[in-house]
């Protein structure tokens, strides 16, 4: 019977769930991209013919999606291991002030300072970027509505 307890003891506690961890934790698995995998058409082949999958899972008309470009800037500084010391990893949030539309990214290397999106909808018309993990200091910025163009300066 005390094989049986310690049994389920183990059992239990080896089910209860991880919190969110630095990617550098054996534990903590591949990186979390929130989209895709995402439910919905995994290429355009999936979309209806004239449509295009959007990164979403949406199927769109090709005039509905467009690319979208985010740089920053880390304190005034170009991005570089000096200025991204205090934030290696990032995560970017792409969201639709309507509601129709949310793409999300991490660990974002702080040190590259761009990152783009190709086939999003153009519903998505803001950016979020800040320290990955939970972490402080996140900046927004409305996406430019015809270039697809966002700028940020983080705070770090």
């Known amino acids: 019977m005390r094989g ?3 049994f389920a003891v183990v059992f239990v506690v080896g089910c209860v769930p991880r919190p969110s961890e630095p ?3 054996p534990w903590a698995g591949p990186p979390v991209v929130s989209n ?3 439910p919905g058409c995994q290429s355009d082949a ?14 769109l008309a090709p005039d509905q999606v467009r690319a979208i ?8 500084m170009p991005a570089s291991s000096t200025s991204c010391a205090s934030a290696p990893d990032l995560q970017i949030e792409l969201d639709s002030t309507s509601g129709s539309g949310h793409l999300a990214y991490l660990p974002l290397p702080c040190v590259e300072g761009r990152f783009s999106v190709d ?4 519903s998505i018309d803001k950016v979020s970027l800040g320290r990955a993990y939970g972490g402080s200091g996140w900046q927004s910025a409305k996406i430019d509505p015809v270039t697809g163009e966002a700028s940020l300066d983080l705070p770090y």
């Open 119 to 122: 086939k999003a909808p153009i």
């Open 23 to 25: 990617p550098d934790d």
């Open 36 to 38: 895709p995998p995402h």
């Open 46 to 59: 999936s979309c209806a013919s004239g449509q295009v999958c959007a990164r979403t899972g949406a199927c």
């Open 69 to 76: 470009h985010v740089s920053w800037t880390v304190s005034g």
């Open 4 to 6: 049986l307890v310690g």
